[in-house]
């Protein structure tokens, strides 16, 4: 079964910066869809980067122009660059990936993803 393995993730003062990384050495990244999902406590898991194959990125709202999302074909790892972060950033951190959906929709579905990192916390004080 393929796992991917999260790195990063801790606690940082408001305004920090923190750096995630999602290992996938069994996968060609060339081939996926790379994904970042935040889950808040009693929340839903929900995506807030996610990075095309063709290198396109999509972020939401209330992380743009201040998260990052990148990837490594070559290393097989994909980062999320966190910068001015704000205690509402407070979450797990889900990296993902999937093969490219013919309904561009399904990229924002936690249902499309095949593939899981087992999750880091991130934990934002003001």
């Known amino acids: 079964e393929v796992q991917l393995v999260e790195s990063g993730g801790g606690s940082v003062q408001s305004g920090g910066s923190m750096r995630l990384s999602c290992a996938a050495p069994?996968?060609?990244?060339?081939?996926?869809?790379m994904a970042w999902f935040q889950q808040k406590p009693g929340k839903e898991r929900e995506w807030v980067a996610i990075?095309?194959?063709?290198?396109?990125?999509n972020y939401v709202e209330a992380i743009k122009d201040r998260f990052t999302n990148s990837e490594h074909k070559g290393q097989r790892t994909f980062d999320l660059q966190m910068t001015s972060l704000k205690p509402e950033d407070t979450a797990m951190y889900y990296c993902?990936?999937?093969?490219?959906?013919?309904?561009?929709?399904?990229?924002?579905?936690?249902?499309?993803?095949?593939?899981w990192g087992q999750g880091t916390q991130v934990s934002v004080s003001s």
């Open positions: 993902a990936a999937a093969p490219t959906p013919f309904n561009p929709q399904l990229r924002f579905s936690t249902t499309w993803y095949r593939y």
């Open positions: 069994e996968l060609r990244l060339s081939n996926y869809i």
């Open positions: 990075i095309d194959s063709d290198g396109s990125t």
